[in-house]
C-alpha cells in the first residue's frame, strides 16, 4: 500500500507522459492556466462528466466512474466504464482530436488498473474515442504498456515527493502548452540563463 499523501492523480500521467515539468507545475505548483486546447477538451468532456448510467447497443455505459488504487496510489475517474453483455468491464478514454503519441494509451491503462483492483477483475483491453476522426480505437492492456504506466506514476510521485520541477524540454511541444508563459522554457532549459536572471534581475546567486 503507497502513503496516501502521495496518492496520484491519473490524469496526472498524461500531462507526465507529454511533458513531466508541466506535469509538475500543474500537480506539485498547483498552476493551470486555459488555452484553446483546453477549453476545448472540457467542453468536449460534459457528456462523460455527466455522471448519468444509460444503455447503449446492449451495453451497460457507466459516465464519471471515481476509481483508485491503493497497491499504485492511483485516483482519479474514468470518462466511461462500459459492461459489455458478455459481462466483460471496459474502461473508455475520450479525447478531442487526434492521437499523438502514447499518453492516453498509459492513462487509459491506469484507469484498468485500478478498475482491476477495485472488482477483482482481469481487464485486457479499453477504448480512445478520438473527436477529430471520431473514431473509437481498441487498446490492448498489455504487459509492456502496465510497466510504462506503473513507471511515470513512480516518476510522478518522485516530483511530488521532492517538491521539485523537471527541467524544461524546451522543444516543439511547448509552443501548444497553456503554462508556456508561466514555464518560460527558453530560459528555464538553460542553467546558466537562469542563473544570470537571478543574479541581474532578483539580484542573487544561483
Given amino acids: 500500500m503507497v502513503s496516501h499523501e ?3 492523480p491519473i490524469a496526472a500521467i498524461e500531462h507526465h507522459v507529454y511533458c513531466p515539468r508541466q506535469c509538475a507545475l500543474i500537480h506539485v505548483d498547483g498552476l493551470w492556466l486555459d488555452n484553446v486546447h483546453t477549453v476545448r477538451g472540457e467542453r468536449g468532456h460534459r457528456r462523460a462528466d455527466s455522471g448519468e448510467t444509460r444503455s447503449e447497443r446492449g451495453r451497460v455505459v457507466l459516465r464519471a466512474v471515481p476509481l483508485w488504487s491503493e497497491a499504485l496510489g492511483l485516483s482519479g475517474r474514468s470518462d466511461a466504464v462500459e459492461v459489455q453483455p458478455d459481462g466483460r468491464v471496459v474502461p473508455v ?9 502514447q499518453a492516453a494509451d ?3 491503462c491506469a484507469q484498468a ?12 483491453e479499453g477504448f480512445l474515442w478520438f473527436s477529430g476522426p ?11 504498456l502496465r510497466r510504462q504506466t506503473a513507471r511515470a506514476i513512480e516518476e510522478i510521485r518522485s516530483w511530488m515527493k521532492a517538491q521539485s520541477l523537471p527541467p524544461a524540454v524546451d522543444d516543439a511541444r511547448c509552443t501548444q502548452c497553456q503554462l508556456l508563459n508561466i514555464c518560460q522554457p527558453s530560459i528555464s532549459a538553460d542553467p546558466e540563463r537562469v542563473g544570470r536572471y ?9
Fill in 6 to 8: 502521495w496518492v496520484v
Fill in 93 to 101: 478514454e475520450y479525447k478531442i482530436g487526434r492521437r499523438h503519441g
Fill in 106 to 108: 498509459l492513462q487509459l
Fill in 113 to 124: 488498473m485500478c478498475l482491476e483492483e477495485m472488482l477483482g477483475i482481469s481487464i485486457l
Fill in 134 to 144: 471520431r473514431r473509437r480505437v481498441p487498446v490492448a492492456i498489455h504487459a509492456d
Fill in 198 to 206: 537571478m543574479e541581474e534581475i532578483v539580484g542573487c546567486g544561483y
